[in-house]
């Protein structure tokens, strides 16, 4: 009996590795699985009560799945790095990007005036921006940063809103009414979901075994010197 050749087969938990299109689906399922977390993940950051920690957390989840997949099942450190790194980048300009981008979509547009912009100092003090809009309803609402309130809105201004049709989202804000996208924004969001999903897939397909790994290192470094007595 081959025992080496049953070793070399054999994945670090001691299960025959997958070959062929099941190495394929698999490879792909933890493609999509780590890309659409993180995808996932930051759109729901931008959604309120409280939902901003969820939103992180399951980014943070599908960044370190992927990390330990592709590193310690898979043996591929340099692919779990840039999943890791990746999957967090990911989930910080997917959030915003999808969220202006489906209100401006399917958002219902409607007309405010600006009654307050200031600038204020957080906890670390950083500064961030604060606005206060009415819109024709009567209805006031408080914006931020992550609504697209800057420090060129100002008090009696007139700015666009465009409202989630669901109400789950805070509107996003523009000083024109223009429903024109991001096309760098999106192009980061889209460039880094293809590099994390493309990366996992990669090495998914090229996983190496602990026995692989030692080979390479015996073949590279040779077998281990023995202590004179």
């Known amino acids: 009996m081959d025992t080496a050749g049953t070793a070399r087969a054999s ?16 490879s792909l399922f933890w493609a999509a699985l780590i890309a659409g977390g993180g995808t996932l993940g930051g759109f729901i950051s931008q959604f309120p009560y409280g939902l901003l920690y969820v939103g992180v957390l399951i980014v943070l989840a599908a ?8 590193g310690s099942n898979w043996n591929r450190a340099g692919a779990a790095a840039i999943v890791g790194f990746g999957t967090m980048a990911l989930g910080l300009f ?38 206060r809009v009415v ?10 940063a992550i609504q697209n309130c800057y ?7 007139h700015v666009v809103l465009f409202e989630d049709r669901l109400g789950g989202l805070d509107p996003w804000m523009e000083t024109t009414g223009s429903r ?15 590099l994390i999903g493309g990366t ?6 090229r996983r190496r075994s602990d026995e692989d790994v030692h080979q390479k290192h015996l073949r590279k470094h040779g077998p281990a010197r023995r202590p004179r007595e």
């Open 180 to 194: 024109a996208l991001d096309p760098l924004g999106l192009g980061i969001t889209g460039g880094l979901f293809l």
């Open 11 to 26: 994945g670090p938990t001691g299960k025959a590795a997958p070959s062929g299109s099941r190495r394929a689906r698999n």
């Open 200 to 205: 996992m897939f990669t090495a998914g397909q």
């Open 63 to 70: 960044a370190g799945l992927g990390a330990a997949v592709a």
């Open 94 to 131: 997917a959030g915003s990007n999808l969220n202006e981008s489906y209100l401006k979509v399917l958002g219902e547009r409607v007309d405010a005036v600006v009654v307050e912009a200031r600038e204020y100092a957080n906890s670390k003090g950083d500064a961030r921006f604060y606005c």
């Open 135 to 144: 819109d024709t309803s009567g209805e006031s609402h408080e914006l931020d």
């Open 151 to 157: 420090a060129e809105v100002a008090p009696g201004g």
